[in-house]
Every structure is written in structure tokens, then in C-alpha cells.
């Protein structure tokens, strides 16, 4: 069983780099904190970075996974291998690009691109943020899947990585307590399907809200309480057609707690009301 203890970023393709940096900046509330080699560094939290980007495909995405040790990712390397996954050692030039000491790369049965890393760095100062969107930490991304029972079949048999609730076929999984770090939504293509940050309270996601509004950017789904994790939230595109995500609330769960069988309809993604214009959410 392969230990995942953390999630740590997503690295993003982008047709203009400028435009979506100073949008992740100055819309999304991030903080830069380095350029290297054409990669752009940003974070919400006390990790070193949560996104990169770079100028290239916009739908070139890796999720960045950690593992705890050397060893660990040596053992988890052959557990995939084993179970006929082609897997990839990262170059020590690549390890700088990541900011990780030690990586692998393979592709989940999707195709979705996946870095398992070791002794990803630290920063030793606070976030500060370009706009005060409230945000605490970058929490949780949403995963295209082509077979959601096949992909958390995959997940699950060979991960520390459970089912807390399912929407239809959609598996909302975590790692630790919180209630869900990876969310399998069915399309027909591999990428990442949102990314989450956490902020404050429910305050800071309506201060988002008419911030956003105000800017003209689309507003995809809230704001809106998930039946699920109990968060409130709000979903917005950016740049590429990538969607994020502000919450705040989100469960935690424990050894007791029973999955749940949600039908896949409006009512089972918001509580209040809201109806999503994300076509992965859609009853339609």
C-alpha cells in the first residue's frame, strides 16, 4: 500500500503565462514566489508553492502527491510497476523545477498525470497574499475521470485512499481526515478538473463573490453549500477554461464514518439551490 501524506501542487500548461500569473495574482489571491527557467511559483499557504505554471499546452497537468520518505517512494515505485503501471524517475534537474528532493511520475488508468514526490520544500515565510481573498490553504482538486469505478478501484486498491461519499459514480476520496483531497468526476479526458483553496469563512467567499462578479469573471456554480462535505463554496473560471475554488467548512471524518450514496442530480452537489454550469457536474 503506497502512503500518500499530503498533497502538494498542481503544475499547469497555459497559453499566456503573463495573463494567467497576473490573474492568479491579483484575482485569485496568490502569492509569487519565484521564477525559474520559465516555471512560475505561486502558493496560498505555508507550502512552497501550490501552483506552477508554464507556457505550453493548457491541457498539459500534473498533480503533485508526497510521499514520507526515500524509501517510501522506492517501494511505491515497484508496487506500480508491479501492478503493470509504467513509472518514471524523475531527473535531479527535474526535482529542482518541482522543489522536491525526489519524484516519480506515472499516469493513472485515465491518463491524468501524477507526481509522487519526497521532501517537497517548506517556505520559511508567511503567505502574503496579492488580494486578501481570505484563503488558508490550497485543500483539494477535482480529477477528470473516463470510469470513475475503475479510477477509484485504482486509487483505492493501491493507495491509503478511500471513498467518503460518492455523487453516482463520482468518489469524493481522501487520505486523512478531511472529507475529500481528490474528487473523480466522469468526462472523456484525463486533467484537473478544479482546484480547491480553502478561505476563512463563509464572509470571504461572498466578499469573492461580488469581487469576481464586479470583474465580469464567470461565476460556474454558488455560491452554494455542498450536501456532501458540508462546505460552502464557489466555483469560478480562469484562464484556459480551468475552474477554481474558493470553501469554507469543509468536514472532517474518521475511522467511523459510513460512505454515502448520493444521486448524481443538482440537489446532491448544493443544498441550497445553486445549479452548476460545470459540465462535469451536470444532470443534464
Not at 70 to 95: K, N, P
Not at 144 to 149: E, I, N, P, Y
Not at 175 to 194: K, N, S, W, Y
Not at 207 to 236: D, K, N
Request: glycine fraction near 8%; hydrophobic fraction near 35%; proline fraction near 4%.
Amino acid at each position: 500500500m503506497i502512503e500518500i501524506i499530503g498533497i502538494r501542487y498542481c503544475r499547469l500548461g497555459t497559453a499566456d503565462l503573463a495573463t494567467t500569473v497576473d490573474y492568479a495574482r491579483h484575482t485569485i489571491g496568490l502569492e509569487e514566489v519565484g521564477r525559474e527557467q520559465g516555471f512560475v511559483y505561486l502558493r496560498g499557504d505555508h507550502r512552497d508553492h501550490n501552483i506552477c505554471y508554464f507556457q505550453g499546452d493548457p491541457t498539459d497537468h500534473t498533480l503533485g502527491l508526497e510521499v514520507a520518505t526515500f524509501e517510501q517512494l522506492e517501494a511505491a515505485m515497484s508496487t506500480l510497476t508491479e501492478a503493470g503501471i509504467a513509472v518514471r524517475q524523475g531527473t535531479e534537474d527535474e526535482a529542482v523545477n518541482r522543489r522536491v528532493m525526489g519524484f516519480i511520475n506515472f499516469a493513472d488508468p485515465t491518463g491524468n498525470s501524477i507526481d509522487l514526490v519526497v521532501r517537497p520544500f517548506h517556505s520559511g515565510r508567511r503567505y502574503f497574499p496579492s488580494r486578501d481573498a481570505g484563503i488558508t490553504e490550497f485543500s483539494h482538486v477535482g480529477l477528470k475521470t473516463s470510469d470513475a469505478r475503475r479510477d477509484e478501484a485504482f486509487w483505492s486498491g493501491l493507495f491509503n485512499i478511500r471513498a467518503n461519499d460518492r455523487i453516482g459514480d463520482a468518489a469524493l476520496m481522501s487520505f486523512d481526515e478531511v472529507h475529500h483531497r481528490i474528487a473523480l468526476f466522469p468526462t472523456d479526458h484525463a486533467g484537473i478538473q478544479h482546484i480547491n483553496f480553502q478561505v476563512e469563512s463563509i464572509d470571504d467567499i461572498m466578499r469573492s463573490y461580488y469581487f469576481l462578479s464586479e470583474r465580469q469573471v464567470q461565476i460556474r456554480f454558488g455560491p452554494g453549500r455542498h450536501p456532501t462535505s458540508g462546505a460552502m463554496f464557489l466555483y469560478y473560471e480562469g484562464p484556459d477554461g480551468m475552474t477554481y475554488e474558493y470553501s469554507s467548512g469543509v468536514r472532517n471524518v474518521d475511522a467511523d464514518w459510513k460512505p454515502r450514496q448520493l444521486p448524481f442530480k443538482n440537489e446532491s452537489f448544493c443544498m441550497w439551490g445553486s445549479r452548476p454550469d460545470i459540465p462535469e457536474f451536470s444532470d443534464d
